[in-house]
């Protein structure tokens, strides 16, 4: 797993605190954020679409069954 907030080894006893304590203390700005935009992540729900029709193009196109899964995570987004 990639941590957003990487500690130096010396101090990473205390890495998994400190993400609970952020996590708690934002809880309730994401929570009104994600309740401001229809209660949810618009991007998971694109994702969503994407997979649901990927699986229905496959059995159109090609007659395969196929489960498609949405995986997501956090990454660095790249600044040049």
Known sequence: MQDIIRFPWL?????RPLAKLISVLRAPKSKEGYASIGGGSRLRKITDELADGIEMALQANKGLTANVYVGMRYRQVPFH
Not at 11 to 15: D, H, L, V
């Open 11 to 15: 101090f990473r006893f205390r890495q």
